[in-house]
T-cell receptor
Framework: AQSVTQLGSHVSVSEGALVLLRCNYS??????LFWYVQYPNQGLQLLLK??????LVKGINGFEAEFKKSETSFHLTKPSAHMSDAAEYFC?????????????????FGKGTKLSVKP | DSGVTQTPKHLITATGQRVTLRCSPR?????VYWYQQSLDQGLQFLIQ???????AKGNILERFSAQQFPDLHSELNLSSLELGDSALYFC??????????????FGPGTRLTVL
């Protein structure tokens, strides 16, 4: 079975500061990991995904995440926060169900981390 | 704009009632997924259809049902509604039914309020 845990339901940073949002996963098979962003009153938008190619994954809007198998982590970072980054961020893992060779397609989400950016 | 459309945007109804939420996937996508987002449960997977057939089931209540039609749009039916069913319901679509390149695109959601 797969699961993800996001540490910190709220993170607040100053504009221009480093953004670090934490995600740890649990998976009995090599995981496919995703970060999504949800702006107020909107749907989810994919930021980036890890699918066992490069361990450092670059996404949209200057975000990147590093897959660390030894730490079972997939933390999201951005060097310099912008006011427009204020949103809720979700880490997700692809659900393999009972099939250890192929994901069944749906995602298992963490509880989310709300990012606030102070001017 | 993800290309996934959901109607209605908002729905207010009473306990015991039945409602239908509609989703149109992106052009070319064969899979549709339904998720429920609530404050206490977070984002939970409900059910997936691929090319008209049920592919995977998550935490979907027996009072809820879904189907995918030949034109690939999907409907989620919620019946005997309870206060706890109030939530944001998202539809997502993807080209395939699973696998590593199965990126999902989310619609804007339907906010259901049960009074």
């Amino acid at each position: 079975a797969q699961s993800v845990t996001q540490l910190g339901s709220h993170v607040s940073v100053s504009e221009g500061a480093l953004v670090l949002l934490r995600c740890n996963y649990s998976s009995s098979v090599p995981p496919y990991l995703f970060w999504y962003v949800q702006y107020p009153n909107q749907g989810l938008q994919l930021l980036l995904k890890y699918t066992s190619a490069a361990t450092l994954v670059k996404g949209i809007n200057g975000f990147e995440a590093e897959f660390k198998k030894s730490e079972t982590s997939f933390h999201l970072t951005k060097p310099s926060a912008h006011m427009s980054d204020a949103a809720e961020y979700f880490c997700a893992v692809s659900d393999f169900g009972g099939n250890y060779r192929r994901s069944q397609g749906n995602l298992i989400f963490g509880k989310g981390t709300k990012l606030s950016v102070k001017p | 704009d993800s290309g996934v459309t959901q109607t209605p945007k908002h729905l207010i109804t009473a306990t015991g009632q039945r409602v239908t939420l509609r989703c149109s996937p992106r052009s070319g996508d064969l899979s549709v997924y339904w998720y429920q987002q609530s404050l206490d449960q977070g984002l939970q997977f409900l059910i997936q259809y691929y090319n008209g057939e049920e592919r995977a089931k998550g935490n979907i209540l027996e009072r809820f049902s879904a189907q995918q039609f030949p034109d690939l749009h999907s409907e989620l039916n919620l019946s005997s509604l309870e206060l706890g069913d109030s939530a944001l319901y998202f539809c997502a679509s993807s080209v395939g039914g699973g696998g590593v390149y199965n990126e999902q695109f989310f619609g804007p959601g339907t906010r259901l309020t049960v009074l």
